[in-house]
């Protein structure tokens, strides 16, 4: 495997005066409460061991008061992590300099807000350009690289208004815009759609996937709702209490989830929505096409489509094909197996 | 036999107290006393004083040493004090005496149409630019353009040198808590101390004669709000803000130039306003050392009960106290107008 992007490892934040001398407790496994009753000190992060791969979108979900927010900060050291490594490209961003971390946060990371954090004295083709401008790149360029990405998020025609003039959604799209502006290969976004209503927020995710379709930048999102996160992640990472609960594929995480509070998680969401059939299908492995198969499905559909391709008939089975090739065989049976909840969620991982 | 007598005694110290028979009469009471023919301490407080504990021991101080020390102590830092404060005030001196010149030099028919123009340029309103060209009207119909002018040429200078030194100092307060924690106090002090206290020594150290001495009375008593609403208002710019601004690798004075100095621009207006009317405000006690101005018909008016002069230099000064309020007021507005919050 090539080296990944951004490597965490072994990162523990721990908030409050003395974090360095009650490092230890936490790495002899003292949790978030005691740490708190004993000796005052927050837990922030546990032990987080993340690769992130290039050009691919990791989301780190999580509820409120999880860590995601502290986790994301650590990329550019908007806060100081307690113990560990953060590798970016290779380099141990805990070893630079105070100018080249400015330079890394120039040249390397740039990031997404919730609240957009827009300049609001400056103009949107102002606020775009102001990635380029900190790095004392000249006005024309800047002007000329803000316009360019305010109308590929667009935004061409609102140059000259002022952020304060603008809806959420187009607030947050001059956010994005800036953060393209910067063009740099890691795009870390912290809950960027969290704040918008809930059909831009679509339009954004979109906009997001569209935008990653062409431009194959390193993307690592957070965000506290499951179904955002399933829409975009490439790799998912489920935060609970400051330590990962699970991290992987979403699909996999979704059909396997290892602890009862992913369970719960995924128990809310429209499996049949999110599943694809390559998570269920059964392998061809050198095996036989069957013969009565209705017909042929793409691996990337949704079970949804399978559904309403079948008419509700369990009986169907399909040969399932990767472009050309065929890789599978799918049984509705198995499909429909596949959206039965899991049982231990039901039983009572809500009520704990 | 004075209160305190036993304790002395008691703690071995009559020796050391010398005789307190002495009979020389030390204060006003003593003498009061002896006349009187009467004991001169009253019902005692709890807490000693000064004077009671030197009835019964001559070695300890009387209340009013205190006084003269502190006037003595004064009078022998003055010459250190004089040498390292003279040269650099002395600007102070040229800019106000420059300022008095230009302001009087300046003939009406030019001065009139700029400070119109002024006005309309930071307030972009019609009424206020009007009202400032009708009460100009007003003070020169009762032949008070002059001294109007002198007083304006006063708080020009005044104000300029606050916002100079005092918009700096409040960067610095906000970027550490520790010099805000001592800087606080001084500014309370400066704030509350009766506004001739701080005439007093500033007597001592330089000549009645020369303007600075008004100036550094001014300054310092106006200087107050501009530092502590620089402070606040660099303390209150959105910290989201200044996140994107540190993810996007602003170094310090990136920061404080684009982002905290704009954002806090309202608040340091404010400031400023404030500042105007302080240093308007102490217009009529710096004419108590030779400020020229509307302050000294005021002065006039108290001193030869002549009540007209006074009533009218006061409105004068209430005049001008209204124009520059409404337009630095309608100039902060506009700056506030043209950066809502999302």
Redesign the interface.
């Known amino acids: 495997m090539t080296q990944p992007m951004v490597r965490l490892s072994g990162l523990y934040k721990i908030f409050g005066a003395r974090d360095k001398d009650v490092l230890h407790h936490v790495q002899d496994g003292m949790g978030k409460e005691e740490l708190l009753a004993q000796h005052g000190h927050v837990l922030g992060l546990n032990n987080i061991n993340i690769d992130m791969q290039a050009g691919e979108i990791t989301v780190v979900m999580g509820l409120s008061g999880s860590g995601k927010s502290t986790l994301i900060r650590h990329l ?1 050291r ?1 806060i100081e992590p307690t113990a560990g490594e953060i590798i970016v490209q290779g380099e141990d961003v805990m070893q630079l300099s105070e100018d080249g ?7 390397k ?3 997404v ?1 919730q ?7 400056k103009t949107v083709l102002k606020n775009a350009g ?2 380029l401008s ?2 004392g790149e000249d006005e024309t360029t800047c002007d000329r690289e803000a316009a360019k990405w305010l109308e590929r998020v667009g935004l061409s025609g609102f140059e000259n208004h ?3 003039q603008l809806s959420g959604g187009m ?1 947050q799209r001059v956010g994005i815009a ?1 953060a393209l502006t ?1 063009n740099t290969p890691i795009m ?1 976004m912290d809950e960027a759609f969290s704040a918008l209503d809930p059909l831009i927020r679509t339009d954004m995710q979109d906009l997001l996937l569209e935008l990653q379709k062409e431009l194959h930048k390193t993307i690592i999102f957070i965000t506290h709702d499951l179904d955002e996160a399933l829409k975009l992640a490439d790799h998912l990472v489920i935060l609970k209490d400051g330590f990962v609960v699970q991290q992987g594929e979403p699909q996999h995480i979704l059909l396997n989830p290892n602890d009862p509070y992913i369970e719960d998680f995924v128990s809310d969401i429209n499996r049949a929505r999110v599943l694809r059939v390559r998570s269920i299908m059964t392998p061809l492995d050198g095996g036989k096409v069957p013969k009565d198969a209705h017909g042929e499905v793409d691996v990337n559909d949704t079970l949804e489509s399978m559904i309403a391709r079948s008419g509700g008939d369990t009986s169907h089975a399909y040969v399932v094909k990767d472009g050309e090739q065929t890789v599978g065989t799918l049984d509705m049976t198995e499909l429909v197996r596949a959206l039965v909840p899991r049982v231990a969620s039901e039983a009572g991982a809500r009520q704990s | 036999m004075a209160f305190y007598d036993k304790l002395f005694s008691a703690l071995g110290l009559s020796e050391w107290c010398g005789t307190s028979d002495d009979k020389a009469p030390l204060s006003l009471a003593d003498l009061a006393a002896q006349a009187g023919g009467e004991e001169a301490s009253g019902p005692l407080m709890p807490i000693p004083s000064f004077d009671n504990l030197h009835e019964s021991c001559n070695r300890i101080w009387q209340s009013r040493d205190v006084t003269n020390g502190i006037e003595e102590g004064f009078l022998a830092a003055k010459p250190v004090l004089k040498t390292v404060l003279d040269p650099i005030t002395q600007p102070l001196s040229w800019m106000l005496d420059g300022a008095l010149w230009l302001f009087e030099a300046m003939p009406w028919f030019i001065m009139v149409p700029l400070l119109v123009a002024i006005s309309w340029y930071a307030s972009r309103s019609r009424p206020v630019t009007i009202f400032v060209a009708v009460s100009i009207m007003l003070l020169a119909l009762v032949d008070h353009y002059d001294v109007a002018m002198q007083t304006l040429s006063i708080i020009f200078v005044c104000t300029t040198i606050s916002v100079l030194f005092g918009v700096p100092i409040g960067i610095a307060m906000s970027k550490s808590d520790r010099f805000q924690k001592s800087v606080v106090p001084l500014l309370d002090l400066l704030q509350t101390l009766p506004t001739f206290v701080y005439l007093i020594p500033l007597i001592f150290l330089f000549s009645v004669t020369e303007s600075k001495l008004y100036g550094i009375a001014i300054i310092l008593y106006a200087i107050v709000p501009v530092i502590r609403l620089t402070d606040l208002g660099i303390r209150l710019v ?1 910290r ?2 200044i ?2 601004a ?6 310090d004075r ?1 920061k404080l130039v ?2 905290q100095l ?2 806090a621009l309202p608040n340091i207006m404010a400031g400023i306003n404030q500042t105007i009317m302080m240093s308007l405000a102490m217009v009529v006690i710096a004419s108590l050392v030779s400020a020229p101005g509307l302050g000294v018909n005021v002065l006039r008016g108290i001193r030869n009960l002549e009540l007209g002069v006074g009533i009218v230099a006061g409105i004068g000064i209430v005049l001008l106290a209204v124009i520059l309020d409404r337009v630095s007021k309608a100039a902060l507005t506009r700056v506030d107008k ?5």
């Open positions: 550019n908007l971390l400015r330079h890394a946060r120039q040249e990371m740039s990031m807000f609240k957009f954090a827009l300049l609001p004295h102001m990635p900190v790095r002022y952020p304060a607030q800036r910067a870390l | 959105d989201d803000v996140e994107a540190n993810a996007f690798g602003m170094n990136q684009r982002v704009p954002l043209t950066q809502v919050k999302h």
